[in-house]
Structures are given as C-alpha cells and as structure tokens.
C-alpha cells in the first residue's frame, strides 16, 4: 500500500500503462482512481481527455469526492466521476477503484448468467463478484446508490452492457482483482465460441475453492506488483515523471 501521495501517483500512473497494454483501454474514455494517502476525502484520477498510455503520475488529478478539482490540470470526466466518487464514500476502506470497457469483460457482462464457473481463475472471482442492471449513465444519485448496493462488499462487479469493475485496499489489490476477471471473461468468451459443449465446475468445488482464495488478493499483490512496475518502467519510462 502506498504510504504517500507520491507513492499513490506512481501506483495509479502505473496501472494505466498497465491497463493500456493489456489492451483494455477504451480511447480517452477510461477512468481510474485511487484515495490520497492520509486524505481520506481527496482522490487522484484521470485527466479527461488522455489515453492510458499518456498518463503519468504528475498528470494525475486531485478532486474531492463531488469531483471538484483540488489540484492539477483538468478537465475529469465528470459523467463517469459519480461511479468512483459514490464507491469510495461508501466504502472507506477501497483506496483503488478500477473500471474498464473491456471487449471480453463487457461481452460477459452482456451475457443472461453472466461469468460462468468455466476456469480455475473464473471460480477465484466468483463468489466475490456483484452485478449491476444497466440503467444510463449513472450520473443521478439514486443510480449511484443503487451501484454501490449491487457492489456490497465485493471485491469485484459487472456492470451489465457497460464492463468490469474492481477495487482493493491499494491499486496493486484492484488491479490484481482486474486481471483475474478479465483473464476469467476472456477464457470464457473462447470457451463458448468454440462450438462445443463447456463443463462447468459444480457448487462444492466451486465454493471450495472461493473459501482457498479468501485472503488472496493482498499477498499476491505484495509478489506480483513489485514485478509489474519493472515491466511498466521496462516499456514505458516516463509513467513516474
């Protein structure tokens, strides 16, 4: 976990190169956020207008949780802002909200049974994992709470016909949560474009194995995100500047 803002800009610069080269970016339409350390109502987010491959840590911009700009260059998307400001008002301990518009994660998410317990790595998210009815864009309050009761005290959720969405305690937790969703979405997108009839994983196993992944997302985060900066630094060198 980032123990200052500096800390933070890198960690959130570097999960928008990551999101871009992962290829889950969506122009200059995506937004992440992260809280800023020891100001529980201060956010760093996205300037409105740059792809993820662009951003870096000192182009992060600082609102409040209305999206009222407190320090940088804006503008923020202020249609998109009410998702992220609404999750982490009412969920004070996510200091990392994550949202994309992924084809495989929003082609699941348009599917009636959404994510299926097809793969070891879809079983690891599944029971940790809310759903949310399309409604617009979300930008009126009922809307937004509304979300933030279909997320509860998930670590991840579908937003139906719109895309994934995911938070954590740091922005190494939620990013770790991201790509265990999207790898689950992907393999389900190929699974059943294959024509052939799927197994899926029955109730016991399933709930075997989310009882195994309670805990998870934290200490592999701690292994993994370490290794994930090396190869944000390797590829994209100005994402700290």
Not at 80 to 99: S, T
Not at 144 to 163: F, I, P, S, W, Y
Not at 196 to 205: M, N, R
Request: hydrophobic share 45%; with cysteine; aromatic share 4%.
């Amino acid at each position: 976990m980032a123990s200052n803002e500096a800390e933070q800009r890198r960690d959130l610069a570097a999960a928008h190169r990551l999101v871009a080269m992962e290829g889950w970016d969506d122009l200059v339409f995506t937004m992440l956020s992260a809280r800023v350390p020891g100001e529980p109502d201060r956010l760093l987010v996205t300037p409105y207008g740059k792809m993820c491959a662009q951003v870096t840590a000192s182009s992060l911009v600082k609102t409040d949780l209305d999206g009222h700009i407190v320090d940088g260059v804006g503008p923020i998307d202020e249609v998109g802002f009410p998702i992220y400001g609404a999750i982490h008002r009412f969920r004070p301990e996510v200091d990392c909200v994550l949202h994309v518009h992924s084809l495989d994660g929003v082609a699941v998410s348009a599917q009636a049974r959404g994510l299926l317990p097809l793969s070891q790595t879809a079983l690891i998210i599944c029971n940790d994992l809310g759903y949310h009815d399309y409604a617009g864009l979300g930008d009126d309050s009922a809307e937004q709470g509304r979300l933030v009761g279909d997320l509860g005290d998930h670590g991840a959720m579908l937003l139906r016909n719109h895309g994934p969405l995911t938070v954590g305690k740091c922005v190494a937790e939620a990013f770790l949560r991201l790509h265990v969703l999207e790898t689950a979405c992907s393999i389900q997108v190929r699974a059943l474009a294959g024509g052939s009839e799927v197994t899926e994983v029955g109730a016991d196993v399933s709930a075997a194995v989310a009882s195994q992944a309670l805990g998870l997302y934290g200490p592999a985060a701690e292994i993994a995100w370490p290794a994930l900066l090396e190869r944000v630094k390797a590829e994209h060198s100005d994402f700290a500047d």
